[in-house]
């Protein structure tokens, strides 16, 4: 599963720009894929792959700048500054797109607030290795 997070409350915009990549990378993939919405507005695309898959791994990440050691709250989730040793400059990394792969969980559809948009979680698509590594690669 790839969870695209709606940290910024910008309606997707990682999700979309992801979207149109691999449309224009593999016509017709995002079609075949299960997608749901999730609470924040973030999205979930589930799919199986006939390769192995490596374990949760974070793709996109930014730095947000915090006035100090204090949590930040950004979207539903609260983040610890950390100060950079050789700016001084207090930051949190918020995950913006990751994986859920082999041994990873995650809640989906019919939990509070997750909805499905596309296909059925009981059957999610099988892709190849190269159709994930066009997933993945976009992210």
């Known amino acids: 599963m ?5 940290w910024d409350g910008g309606g997707g915009e990682a999700f ?13 993939l995002i079609d075949r894929l299960v997608i749901e919405t999730t609470p924040s507005g973030g999205r979930h695309v589930v799919y199986r792959c006939e390769a192995p898959v490596s374990g949760n791994t974070k793709l996109a990440q930014r730095w947000i700048e915090s006035g100090g050691p204090e949590p930040i709250v950004v979207g539903a989730k609260e983040y610890v500054p950390r100060r950079d040793a050789a ?3 207090w930051h949190a990394a918020v995950t913006m797109i990751e994986t859920r792969g082999e041994g990873g969980l995650f809640l989906c559809a ?10 059925d979680l009981a059957e999610p698509p099988e892709i190849t290795a190269e159709e994930r590594d066009v997933l993945l690669g976009a992210a």
């Open 2 to 6: 790839i969870d695209f997070d709606n």
């Open 16 to 28: 979309d720009a992801w979207r149109e990549s691999v449309e224009a990378q593999k016509p017709g």
């Open 87 to 89: 700016s001084g400059v």
């Open 110 to 119: 019919p939990s509070d607030g997750y909805e499905l948009v596309q296909g």
